[in-house]
Nanobody, 123 residues
């Protein structure tokens, strides 16, 4: 069974940066397309960024140009570099995986989820 663990959350001032990591500690991550989602209080979980097995990336309009998703399959590691953070980026961030070779920004596509990690951006 896939096990995804997120790291790197915390609190940061608006305009600052954070890097999130997700480690797959059980399976070979190279076989999975991966994504980051987030959920703010009283809001739906929304897609942030995705990366498929070939390294093709997609971003939501709200983070495009500020966030960068990457993967290191040798380390079974997914990363999300978040720059120019805004208070609206405050949310619980989740790592997700699918056995599909493509990675759409669609919540229902992903079968495996991490527990989530909190990111708080204060002004």
């Amino acid at each position: 069974q896939v096990r995804l663990d997120e790291y790197g959350g915390g609190s940061v001032e608006a305009g600052g940066s954070l890097e999130l990591s997700c480690i797959d500690s059980v399976y070979d991550m190279s076989k999975y397309s991966m994504a980051w989602f987030r959920q703010a209080p009283e809001k739906e979980r929304e897609a942030v960024a995705s990366i498929d097995t070939r390294g093709t990336t997609l971003y939501s309009e709200s983070v495009k140009g500020r966030f960068t998703v990457s993967r290191d399959d040798d380390k079974n590691k997914l990363s999300l570099q978040m720059n120019s953070l805004k208070p609206d980026d405050t949310a619980m961030y989740y790592c997700a995986a699918t056995t599909s070779s493509v990675a759409p920004l669609r919540r229902s596509w992903y079968e495996h989820w991490g527990q989530g990690i909190q990111v708080t951006v204060y002004s």
